[in-house]
């Protein structure tokens, strides 16, 4: 009898042996020594990388920003006040991710990837590393198509190109934030995505810019990212970031990509804030020293992909603010360093009336003029001398001097090209309506009219373009071969619709 028991028991314990799995897990784990301002020392971590997502108690995570030899600086996302001295944190061996894909379109989220607005919760089906590294030389094709703004001034002088980085500068209150949210309009029908990254901005601002969108059935291809004023410098840090990855996602499927950083002033002095809580040494104005390549490494993800790769961009128009005009102060020379260009907004000209108010002397595109419309190209080649004789003229004529014919010529064309290039808020001009414009101007045949007539004679272009016989023609022309048509066809067309103004 004792005997059946000793071989039941024996069999037991070798099944048992057998269906025994290992259940033990190491875990890294550390220990919170101080916390505040959405900042935590922790000691222990020694196996902790850089980016690296921890998870710290009562469901808020961490941010590996600073790896020291004793102890590790993290930023934190989400409820910093629930943290205490003395808690346990723990390492995850993930690198910090964003949600990616469709399901963000048409939504407003924090740089987490969470709904802000009341659309309900996303489900994701793909989420990708915030830091990212960017394209190589080898991977990037050429910048050869055009990213259509609907601005005048901006298609004409300083065109942005399709995988281009133009930095929009200026002082506040100048009309910054209009020319980007007015290219975002534009893409309506154009097959792009739109990524609005809003750092440091009131609430009650982004509120509105989503109603606007939605008003111009723009918000159906645009992610807005929203770091609002009130949050830590960690969501204003992460802010543009997150958005790129967003853009990275599309950019791969070979889509078209417009994003705007508005702006990256708050988003450095959000990153100074958090080096100097960290203890890393200031610099310059108090930056640290690396403040030049953190927007280097985020401006240098915008690209155009060879076509191997499938061709897909993304066009970034990143903000910086300027104080007094001055354009040579630290922050704005690093980024003017690293885009493609600026336009630059001068506080005179958006007081004198001019708007948008663009220098055209001091923007510059470097690479637009290869993206450009070849029609555009050849109609705007003499526009800014034009403009640049016209300032020299005007300072001249302003002491009441006795100009020859020539110069009143001239000083005349400089106003109606000033005239010209003026355009409202939100009051968007298609291409071929652009170019034919500046064509009437260029050629003449604006010489007789007055600045009313001019003006009138712009709207007849546009409505000529969509009834006339001739006016269609030269459309279709236009949009298919981005060439001018015969100089007799346009001649005749703007010489019959000067009879109307």
């Keep these: 009898m004792s005997k059946i028991k000793v071989q039941e028991m024996t069999e037991i314990i070798k099944k048992q042996i057998q269906s025994y799995e290992q259940d033990v897990k190491l875990e890294n784990i550390g220990k919170v020594l101080s916390v505040g301002d959405g900042i935590a020392i922790v000691y222990g971590l020694q196996q902790a990388m850089l980016g690296e997502l921890l998870e710290f108690p009562k469901d808020v995570k961490g941010l590996v920003f600073n790896l020291e030899e004793h102890h590790v600086g993290v930023i934190l996302l989400g409820r910093s006040e629930l943290i205490k001295e003395g808690d346990l944190v723990k390492t995850t061996k993930r690198i910090f991710e964003v949600p990616v894909g469709e399901e963000l379109l048409g939504r407003v989220v924090n740089p987490l990837g969470e709904p802000l607005d009341a659309g309900g919760s996303i489900h994701a089906k793909k989420f990708l590393p915030v830091e990212r590294r960017a ?141 100097l809580l960290l203890r890393r040494p200031p610099g310059r104005e108090a930056y640290p020293g690396d403040v030049f390549y953190l927007h280097s490494r985020l401006l240098e993800r915008s690209a155009r992909l060879s076509d191997k790769l499938g061709g897909g961009s993304i066009t970034a128009l990143p903000i910086i603010e300027t104080k007094a005009g001055d354009i040579s102060a630290y922050i704005s020379t690093n980024v003017i360093s690293i885009t493609d260009g600026q336009i630059f907004l001068e506080a005179e000209l958006f007081y004198s009336g001019i708007r948008p108010a663009i220098n055209a ?77 500046v064509y009437a101007l260029s050629e003449g045949h604006m010489d007789d009219l007055n600045i009313d007539q001019v003006k009138r004679l712009e709207s007849e272009i546009n409505q000529g373009l969509q009834m006339n016989d001739l006016g269609k023609k030269i459309h279709s022309h236009l949009v298919e071969t981005k060439s001018l048509p015969d100089k007799k066809d346009l001649d005749h067309f703007i010489t019959g619709l000067k009879r109307l103004v």
Excluded at 160 to 185: F, H, M, P, S, Y
Excluded at 207 to 217: P, V
Excluded at 383 to 405: M, T
Excluded at 423 to 433: F, G, K, R, S
Aim: charged share 25%; with cysteine; hydrophobic share 40%.
């Design 361 to 437: 002397g001091l923007s510059v595109s470097r690479v637009g003029g290869a993206a450009q419309w070849k029609a555009m190209k050849k109609v705007a080649g003499t526009i800014r001398i034009n403009l640049a004789n016209y300032r020299e003229l005007e300072s001249f004529a302003q002491f009441g001097s006795d100009l020859d014919s020539s110069a009143k010529k001239r000083l005349e064309r400089g106003r109606k090209t000033v005239e010209i290039l003026k355009q409202d808020v939100h009051e968007l001009i298609d291409m071929p309506t652009q170019i034919l414009t």
């Design 135 to 275: 394209q190589g030389v080898m991977q990037r094709g050429s910048i050869n198509a055009s990213m259509e703004t609907g601005i005048k001034v901006i298609d004409a002088l300083v065109p942005i190109g399709r995988g281009q980085r133009e930095l929009i500068i200026g002082d506040r209150q100048t009309g910054k934030t209009t020319l980007a949210v007015d290219t975002i309009i534009n893409q309506k029908g154009k097959n792009t995505i739109c990524i609005y990254v809003a750092i440091g901005q009131k609430e009650s601002s982004v509120s509105a810019l989503a109603e606007l969108f939605s008003q111009h059935q723009a918000l159906d291809y645009t992610i807005i990212v929203s770091a609002g004023a009130s949050k830590e410098g960690t969501m204003l840090y992460l802010a543009p970031f997150a958005g790129v990855t967003m853009g990275e996602y599309f950019m791969e499927q070979g889509k078209d990509v417009l994003i705007v950083y508005d702006d990256l002033s708050k988003h450095a002095v959000a990153y100074r804030e958090l080096s």
